[in-house]
């Protein structure tokens, strides 16, 4: 079955979408053209780029891994559930998307850091330290990029034919058969959709990640971070790492077909 | 409504009107200036985070001094701030926190002669208490301390280098801070063991830090230049702001913050 019938754009539309288009390409453009091209492979083989790249990727897939196993459920709660304080809950999940990433790092390090209210006795019991860490990077990305992954997978549930998980009730499926194997794959589009703006997200943190897991070159030093201290000194570099960042986003991104995302 | 009650908020607005418009009439002239020269305008003062409280002392003791003229500092890393000027950011003056930044605008063509008008040396500073025992430079190579440094890209970070090799010691910070006072936040807060910062920052810690000299000679002083740069606007009020930063007034200001004379 074929797509719905073309419609012809309202006339105005066009103009606006075009400078839409402009304002968020211009940038990239003007990139490419400050990119040093003659020097690009040598700059892409430093150890800071290779580093930086391989931070970045491993801490992303983490986070949504992350985001996966425990922002799906929660958006489960938030569209089907009945708990009283809903409205409330949603609001503070979403809250990481409004704080200022600097603000979110800042009350990590008082929640999980090493004076922190559940990273103090963490410490003390396991010698555990989550900042200045491979894993206080993960916990970093996860915080500012699991509402993402919950706000779409919410809108997708609610928009979901609840008459297809009746019937699998109806024929004798528990919940837990009926969640796997009727509502996920009924959800698959948003599943994705989320994943993606959350690995998205994650990809490009810098204020949560600086602020509570700190830099330093091969243990924390993801792209963003690496990318803001060679702005100062070294332009070239900052430059290709830029484009490396852009070029892996796009790798990801450009594959993703409408249809996979469910119109 | 009767006529005449439609008018009295009219009439009412009416005599406000003449009695604000009186008033602004005739205002008291402020006083000119010792110099006899009266300042106005605004300038934008780029300097180093270090300079925050100084920056903002001393912008107010020219506003008190010339009623019109208004100083917006931006402050951050110099050597931030240096790659903001020389992408045309509109700055009147420049106060970095080394020669470097500043002869870096000046080689540019952006600005001239750099008047140096502070110092700072780097100590280490410990959370009040120093639970971890840390005594020394040579501790910055201990595996098992939580330490942190300014990034070898900020002036801070470049001293800290210095530092280390003239010791001899081979760090090994677990995190390399974009700026000073990051790193002075997070070992007040005590989740570092101890972190290289300028003593100037030490004072700025207050109650919740305290300083560890290091031994003289450890190669960890700094002068800051200020300069006027050539695209300011307002250049009379911009170096009005240097000719105060290198008073006698600005080296009290600059002394109670812990700086050293240039």
Known sequence: MTGPAPVRPPAVLVPLALVAVTFVVLPFVALLQRTPWSDLADLLRRPIVT?????????????????????????????????????????????????????????????????GLVGAPLHEATGLLLPFSLWGVIVANTFVALPFLVLTVEAGLRAADRRFEDAAATLGAGPWTTFRRVTLPLVAPSLLAGAVVCWA??????????????????????????????????????????????AVSLAVLVPLRDRWLGT | M???????????????????????????????????????????????????DVVAELAAVLAERHPGVTVRPSFGASSSLRE?????????????????????????????????????????????????????????????????VCAAEVPCGRLAQAAFAHAGVSARPDTEEPDARALLAKVASGELDAGLVYRTDVLAGGADVAGIALPPGAAATTTYPAVVLDRSRQRDVAEAFVALLVSDEGRAVLARAGFGPP
């Open chain 1, 51 to 115: 580093d930086a790249l391989e931070l970045s990727l491993v801490s992303a897939l983490a986070a949504t891994a992350l985001s996966l196993v425990f922002g799906v459920p929660l958006a489960w709660v938030l569209a089907r559930s009945q708990l009283p304080g809903r409205s409330a809950l949603r609001a503070l999940v979403l809250l990481p998307m409004v704080l200022p990433p600097v603000v979110g790092g800042a009350s990590l390090l008082l929640a999980f850091g090493r004076r």
């Open chain 2, 2 to 52: 009767t006529s005449a009650r439609r008018l009295r908020p009219v009439a009412l607005a009416i005599s406000l009107g003449v009695a604000a418009c009186g008033t602004a009439t005739g205002p008291d002239e402020p006083a000119p200036a010792a110099d006899g020269v009266r300042l106005g305008g605004t300038i934008t003062v780029f300097a180093a985070a270090s300079l925050t």
């Open chain 2, 84 to 148: 903001q000027i020389l992408a045309g950011a509109p700055a009147d003056v420049f106060a970095a926190a080394d020669a470097a930044d500043v002869d870096a605008v000046v080689d540019a063509g952006a600005a001239r002669t750099p008047v140096p008008f502070a110092s700072n040396h780097l100590e280490i500073v410990v959370p009040a208490g120093n639970a971890a025992g840390v005594d020394g430079l040579t501790d910055f190579g201990d595996d098992a301390l939580v330490l942190g």
């Open chain 1, 201 to 246: 997200r994650a990809l490009g943190e810098f204020g949560a990640t600086v602020t509570f897991a700190g830099n330093l070159q091969g243990r924390t030093q993801t792209m963003p971070l690496a990318v803001f201290l060679a702005l100062e000194s070294d332009r070239d570099a900052a430059v290709a790492l830029s484009l490396v960042l852009i």
